[in-house]
């Protein structure tokens, strides 16, 4: 589904290699986790497939299914069925949640060449997915993340990820800010999207957001590569030893 | 053939280009208004507070050019029940106006107003000549002398509609000099909503005078028409637990500066200006707003947001003044500009000057470009970039939007700038 192959990225602005030539398949159905030291390139990998500027590809390919990313604007990426959850999600003074969520489906169903959701409908559909993430009506009016708290951001990202139904979503350092209920009920929400036709990958630095999102394959990054690739007790391993260990071995 | 070239005085040939209505009552505060106007001198770049607005398209003789606009937008207010009075060109229209009897007001037309004890005499002139210090605004004395019509309205009740000032324009080189007056009485409530480029260009006062418990709204949108001028003046004084809420919404217009005078004389008023422009071009929009506090634990609030493009200008002068002895005052402004290209600029003067020792004043100014990270943000949900540059725009403008009480029109407000968007988008 998302196929990565040798892919390089620097800097715009600055002679800085981040990229080294990462290469990754995460298949329709299954859950990859990347975990890796700071700085490691673990976020600009998915920034890079999400389109975000300041980036500059120097090498390699990503695609998800037969559409190469690399090559379309974040809009269009997204309609293509890529979805990144935010570490960081921006606070939009003056847009409600609700306006920017159906402004969101709409245009992707528009992109779709899709017929657009009426207000009713979608509202109905909100209000559901919502009621599942503990997110209240009061929530859904706000503007867009202001005010939330860090666990209130996360479940919007993930609201957002479930009205959407993407093909492949991208994680990124979810459980950052997170307190334990607060990291439960946002791996019960992804938990809830995992479907045959659907593959994630998880982006953290601890272990312990795997112990709700299980996933399949788990992959080691530092220095702009994925240095190890394995199961879930990659995981463990580095949760009782650490990334030194790991790093000297393939060193 | 010239060898005598007379250099006559730009104040006095405009005061002899024009003719002074001689209607009794207001015929003394006409005289004392063009005696301001002599000893003032017309506004000159050099004046402290015409520094970032050239003055002299708003005082040469005659009004420059201005094409009108032809639009099917649906006018203004459409939707809300309220009694209409049709200016065109600064030229009363009775034809289209409705009946000015409304439960709780008397309205009359300044031009018709011939009564020799007219109430109107303690307003008319009487606030734009307080408002003259400590800044001179001799375009408002201009105004106050020479002014054709306008209205007269005096509030003894809570009217249940709106009163609507539509001021059309029809004619390429109309020169529209209007001024209104509202007295409110003690525990009165009223709504004016103002609408249209009125002519080519367009001097207008709007002077109230708000007694104790009275609660005063404006609502004005200044018209589409891309050249025309206008300089318009508000003047307000408030009595105890009053209030004062004003939101102007501005798009397109080759020049305008829109004065706000405000004295809280009373404990506990409220006052609340607020306005939210966007501009492509040929477009310099001068906010010029001065709000005095001398009375106690009152409040006031600038809200002023501008979208600039294309090499438009956007100004902004705002002053808050607390008095010695107006303590627990409440003095908030805000002036932002968003700036969607490097071509624009947004000029920005604030000011507090404070006697008083108990008081809380804020004041922030800034000017910027669209958020790239929430562009990005938007656009990764799958929102194409014009779409999203939009949404954060009007986002932008939601604070000075959100002053406005009535949610029908806030909604009004805020698709007619969507459609501007729209329009000038990329």
Same mark, same amino acid.
């Given at each position: 589904?998302?196929?990565i192959?040798?892919?390089?990225?620097?800097? *715009?602005?600055?002679?800085k290699?981040? !990229? +080294?030539? =990462?290469?990754?398949?995460?298949?329709?159905?299954k859950?990859? @986790?990347i %975990?890796?030291?700071?700085?490691?390139?673990?976020?600009?990998?998915?920034?890079v497939?999400s389109?975000?500027g300041?980036?500059?590809?120097?090498?390699?390919?990503?695609?998800?299914?037969?559409?190469?990313?690399?090559?379309?604007?974040?809009?269009?990426r997204?309609?293509?069925?890529?979805?990144?959850?935010?570490?960081?999600?921006v606070?939009?003074?003056?847009?409600?949640?609700?306006?920017?969520?159906?402004?969101?489906?709409?245009?992707q169903?528009?992109?779709?060449?899709?017929d *657009?959701?009426?207000?009713?409908?979608f !509202? +109905?559909? =909100?209000?559901?997915?919502?009621?599942?993430?503990?997110?209240d @009506?009061? %929530?859904l009016?706000?503007?867009?993340?202001v005010?939330f708290?860090?666990?209130?951001?996360?479940?919007?990202?993930?609201?957002q990820?479930?009205?959407?139904?993407p093909?492949?979503?991208?994680?990124?350092?979810?459980?950052?800010?997170l307190?334990?209920?607060a990291?439960?009920?946002?791996a019960?929400?992804?938990?809830?999207?995992r479907?045959?036709?659907?593959?994630f990958?998880?982006?953290?630095?601890?272990q312990?957001?795997?112990?709700?999102?299980?996933?399949?394959i788990?992959?080691?990054?530092?220095?702009?590569?994925i240095? +190890?690739?394995?199961?879930?007790?990659?995981?463990?391993?580095?949760?009782?030893?650490?990334?030194?260990?790991?790093?000297?071995?393939?060193? | 053939?010239?060898?005598a070239?007379?250099?006559?005085?730009?104040t006095?040939?405009?005061?002899?280009s024009?003719a002074?209505?001689?209607?009794?009552?207001?015929?003394?505060a006409?005289?004392?208004?063009?005696?301001?106007?002599?000893t003032?001198g017309?506004?000159q770049?050099?004046?402290?507070y015409?520094?970032?607005?050239?003055?002299?398209?708003?005082?040469q003789?005659?009004?420059?050019?201005?094409?009108?606009?032809?639009?099917?937008?649906?006018?203004?207010?459409d939707?809300?029940?309220?009694?209409?009075?049709?200016?065109?060109?600064?030229?009363?229209?009775?034809?289209a106006?409705?009946?000015?009897?409304l439960?709780?007001?008397t309205i009359?037309?300044?031009?018709?107003?011939?009564?020799?004890?007219?109430?109107?005499?303690?307003?008319?002139?009487?606030?734009?000549?307080?408002?003259?210090?400590?800044?001179?605004?001799?375009?408002?004395?201009?105004?106050t002398?020479?002014?054709?019509d306008g209205?007269?309205?005096?509030?003894?009740?809570k009217?249940?509609?709106?009163?609507?000032?539509?001021?059309?324009h029809?004619s390429?080189?109309?020169?529209?000099?209007?001024?209104?007056?509202?007295?409110?009485?003690?525990?009165?409530?009223?709504?004016?909503?103002?609408?249209?480029p009125?002519a080519?260009?367009?001097?207008?006062?709007?002077?109230?005078e708000?007694?104790?418990g009275?609660?005063?709204?404006h609502?004005?949108?200044?018209?589409r028409?891309?050249?025309?001028?206008?300089?318009?003046?508000?003047?307000?004084?408030?009595?105890?637990e009053?209030?004062?809420h004003?939101?102007?919404?501005?798009?397109?217009?080759?020049?305008?500066?829109?004065?706000?005078v405000?004295?809280?004389?009373?404990?506990?008023?409220?006052?609340?200006?607020?306005?939210?422009c966007?501009?492509?071009?040929d477009?310099?929009?001068?906010?010029?707003?001065?709000?005095?506090?001398?009375?106690?634990?009152?409040?006031?609030?600038?809200?002023?947001?501008?979208?600039?493009?294309?090499?438009?200008?956007?100004?902004?002068q705002?002053?808050?003044l607390?008095?010695a002895?107006?303590?627990?005052?409440?003095?908030?402004?805000?002036?932002?500009?968003?700036?969607l290209?490097?071509d624009?600029?947004?000029?920005?003067?604030?000011?507090?000057?404070i006697?008083?020792?108990?008081?809380?004043?804020?004041?922030?100014?800034?000017?910027?470009?669209i958020?790239?990270?929430?562009?990005?943000?938007?656009?990764?949900?799958g929102?194409p970039?014009?779409?999203?540059?939009?949404?954060?725009?009007?986002?932008f403008?939601?604070?000075?939007?959100?002053?406005?009480?009535?949610?029908?029109?806030?909604?009004?407000?805020?698709?007619?700038?969507a459609?501007?968007?729209?329009r000038?988008?990329?």
């Amino acid at each position: 589904m998302l196929s990565i192959k040798n892919l390089q990225v620097k800097l *715009e602005d600055e002679d800085k290699q981040i !990229l +080294k030539g =990462v290469n990754l398949e995460v298949e329709a159905g299954k859950v990859h @986790a990347i %975990m890796g030291p700071n700085g490691s390139g673990k976020s600009t990998l998915s920034y890079v497939l999400s389109g975000k500027g300041g980036y500059e590809v120097t090498g390699g390919s990503a695609h998800l299914d037969d559409i190469d990313l690399l090559d379309l604007e974040p809009e269009e990426r997204a309609a293509a069925g890529l979805f990144l959850a935010f570490q960081y999600p921006v606070e939009i003074p003056g847009v409600g949640n609700m306006t920017f969520l159906r402004t969101a489906v709409n245009a992707q169903r528009k992109a779709r060449g899709e017929d *657009e959701m009426s207000a009713a409908e979608f !509202l +109905k559909v =909100v209000r559901a997915k919502a009621k599942d993430l503990k997110i209240d @009506a009061e %929530m859904l009016k706000r503007p867009v993340n202001v005010g939330f708290s860090g666990g209130e951001k996360k479940r919007n990202e993930i609201l957002q990820m479930a009205m959407l139904e993407p093909k492949m979503c991208i994680l990124d350092e979810t459980d950052s800010g997170l307190d334990v209920d607060a990291m439960k009920l946002v791996a019960d929400g992804v938990n809830a999207l995992r479907s045959e036709g659907r593959g994630f990958l998880v982006i953290t630095h601890y272990q312990r957001l795997l112990d709700h999102i299980k996933p399949d394959i788990v992959h080691i990054m530092a220095d702009g590569r994925i240095v +190890k690739t394995g199961g879930p007790e990659l995981a463990l391993e580095v949760e009782n030893n650490g990334y030194a260990d790991i790093l000297a071995e393939v060193a | 053939m010239a060898d005598a070239v007379v250099k006559s005085d730009p104040t006095e040939a405009l005061i002899a280009s024009l003719a002074m209505p001689d209607a009794t009552w207001a015929k003394p505060a006409r005289e004392d208004a063009l005696a301001r106007v002599r000893t003032m001198g017309l506004p000159q770049r050099r004046d402290e507070y015409w520094k970032y607005t050239r003055p002299d398209t708003l005082t040469q003789i005659g009004a420059p050019k201005a094409a009108v606009l032809v639009t099917d937008e649906a006018p203004m207010f459409d939707a809300v029940d309220r009694l209409r009075i049709v200016f065109v060109d600064g030229v009363y229209d009775a034809e289209a106006s409705d009946d000015l009897s409304l439960e709780g007001v008397t309205i009359e037309r300044l031009a018709a107003a011939s009564s020799d004890l007219h109430w109107a005499t303690s307003v008319y002139g009487v606030l734009e000549a307080r408002g003259q210090t400590p800044v001179a605004r001799p375009l408002a004395a201009v105004n106050t002398a020479f002014a054709t019509d306008g209205v007269l309205i005096h509030v003894t009740g809570k009217p249940n509609k709106p009163i609507n000032l539509v001021y059309h324009h029809k004619s390429e080189t109309s020169d529209a000099i209007l001024h209104n007056c509202i007295k409110m009485d003690a525990g009165t409530e009223v709504t004016l909503l103002e609408n249209g480029p009125a002519a080519a260009r367009f001097n207008k006062v709007l002077e109230v005078e708000i007694a104790d418990g009275a609660a005063f709204h404006h609502i004005r949108a200044q018209g589409r028409d891309h050249e025309r001028r206008a300089a318009t003046h508000i003047f307000s004084r408030l009595g105890a637990e009053s209030e004062f809420h004003s939101f102007t919404m501005t798009v397109n217009g080759q020049l305008t500066r829109n004065d706000c005078v405000i004295e809280l004389t009373g404990d506990d008023a409220i006052a609340n200006v607020a306005g939210a422009c966007v501009g492509d071009g040929d477009f310099h929009h001068d906010d010029t707003v001065f709000i005095t506090h001398d009375a106690v634990n009152c409040r006031s609030r600038q809200v002023f947001k501008k979208v600039l493009r294309n090499g438009a200008t956007g100004v902004f002068q705002g002053k808050i003044l607390v008095k010695a002895g107006a303590q627990k005052t409440d003095g908030y402004q805000i002036s932002q500009a968003l700036l969607l290209d490097g071509d624009s600029q947004f000029l920005a003067k604030p000011e507090l000057e404070i006697y008083a020792d108990d008081v809380a004043c804020s004041h922030g100014s800034t000017s910027g470009a669209i958020d790239e990270d929430a562009l990005f943000y938007l656009r990764s949900r799958g929102v194409p970039e014009a779409e999203a540059t939009n949404l954060l725009t009007l986002s932008f403008l939601a604070e000075a939007v959100e002053e406005i009480a009535d949610e029908a029109l806030r909604e009004d407000m805020t698709v007619r700038l969507a459609a501007w968007l729209m329009r000038h988008r990329g």
